[in-house]
């Protein structure tokens, strides 16, 4: 896939999205994939947008209401801090860490936050900025082989990557 970011086509291509599914976009931000997720996901799923900035998740709140979405919830929380979100033990089938790596001090601590709110054999879908890209935000990028290694640390198997797109990699892992 060529291009910049496009959550509805990467969301499709990924292909693992059901309705009725509950899933998080941790580190939501303008909340580009909340939006897409909660579409897919359907009126009997449900979206925790979460991010750490309130402004952030007044910005995903007005996108939803644009687009007619009533299916997410909007958490504030340190994702850092391992159980922040509220979000019960194994409630939900998919977490997307989109673009948030990169900027964490505490990346482990992320992965165990997902790693908590995914059911057994839920999906953990990591996006982040790919070094080589010419754009981005410089040495905070994150390689792929260290991502890897910490989610199979924190008990997560590698399922494959994902084609996302010339500035991003993609990864799809099971809890």
Not at 27 to 34: H, I, T, V
Not at 97 to 117: G, N
């Amino acid at each position: 896939m060529a291009g910049f970011l496009n959550p509805e086509g990467l969301l499709k291509d990924i292909g693992i999205l059901e309705p009725g599914m509950n899933v998080g976009d941790f580190g939501c931000g303008a909340g580009y994939f909340s939006v897409a997720l909660a579409k897919n996901v359907g009126e009997g799923g449900r979206v925790y947008a979460v991010d750490i900035l309130e402004s952030a998740l007044e910005t995903v709140k007005r996108r939803a209401l644009q687009a007619g979405i009533t299916n997410i919830d909007y958490i504030r929380a340190n994702l850092e801090n391992v159980g922040s979100t509220g979000i019960p033990n194994g409630t939900l089938q998919m977490v997307l860490l989109a673009t948030i790596l990169f900027q964490a001090d505490k990346k482990e601590r992320i992965l165990q936050e997902s790693k908590r709110v995914l059911q057994k054999g839920g999906f953990l879908v990591i996006i982040d900025w790919d070094p080589q890209a010419p754009i981005g935000p410089g040495s905070y990028k994150v390689p792929k082989q260290d991502v890897i290694t910490m989610a199979q640390q924190t008990g997560f198997i590698l399922e494959r990557e994902i084609n996302v797109d010339s500035y991003h990699y993609g990864l799809l892992f099971r809890n």
